[in-house]
């Protein structure tokens, strides 16, 4: 059982737009910066977004960040098949004084 | 560009300890905090924890009691142990950079390639 949420599959067809949600408490998300990550299969993490909404050099406008509260929200713009992949949010928990993962989101590209 | 590899032995026999490297090149070590997370077969991603290159850490509270992690600058490398594993510490392991850019200990953008742990006797 994960301490972030996130729904475990999303799929759009191609040239669509998808959001992934991620969902905490007070002690992890309602304090802290989240970030956003894509692993393609068989292959490490990528980071995607930081600090809520920042997106490292290198990662298309197509993937944004949003956090409101206790949810964080990862949007992609202009799908396409390559985007097919796991994402996963993770922020710090200040009461576990730790990093926590969400479980993880499949996403399918139809 | 800053890379990193992780290296020890693949196979590690119930009750004992584990010991992973990671080396990284392209960059120094110094000034950085280091991660370390892991990745059962067909699940999720778990946070073992952290090491600045000074020495000090952060362990995950469910793993704290087993780990230890220590860093070498003259090598360029830091390292973890994991002592008492079971099936259940069967996983790929990873270690990343923090991000020094982010504000979160979360923010890690540079990852190894991850090596694959198993438990077995």
């Known amino acids: 059982q994960s301490v972030l949420t996130q729904p475990p599959s999303v799929s759009a067809a191609p040239g669509q737009k998808v959001t992934i949600s991620c969902s905490g408490s007070?002690?992890?998300?309602?304090?802290?910066?989240v970030s956003w990550y894509q692993q393609l299969p068989k292959t490490a993490p990528k980071l995607l977004i930081y600090?809520?909404?920042k997106r490292p050099s290198g990662i298309p406008d197509r993937f944004s960040g949003s956090k409101s509260g206790t949810s964080a929200t990862l949007g992609i713009t202009g799908l396409q098949t390559g985007d097919e992949a796991d994402y996963y949010c993770g922020t710090w928990d200040s009461s576990l004084s730790a990093v926590v993962f969400g479980g993880g989101t499949t996403l399918t590209v139809l | 560009q800053v890379q990193l590899q992780e290296s020890g032995p693949g196979l590690v026999k119930p009750s004992e300890t584990l010991s992973l490297t990671c080396s990284v090149s392209g960059g120094s070590i110094s000034s950085h905090y280091w991660s370390w997370i892991r990745q059962p077969p067909g699940k999720g991603l778990e946070y073992i924890g952290y090491i600045y290159y000074s020495g000090s850490t952060k362990y995950s509270p469910s793993l704290k009691s087993r780990v230890t992690m220590s860093v070498d600058t003259s090598k360029n490398q830091f390292s973890l142990k994991l002592s008492s594993v079971t099936a259940a510490d069967a996983a790929v392991y990873y270690c990343?950079?923090?991000?020094?850019?982010?504000?979160?200990?979360?923010?890690?953008?540079?990852w190894g390639q991850g090596t694959l742990v198993t438990v077995s006797s």
């Open positions: 007070s002690s992890n998300m309602g304090k802290n910066y």
């Open positions: 600090d809520n909404n």
């Open positions: 990343a950079r923090v991000d020094p850019s982010g504000r979160s200990a979360a923010s890690l953008d540079y």
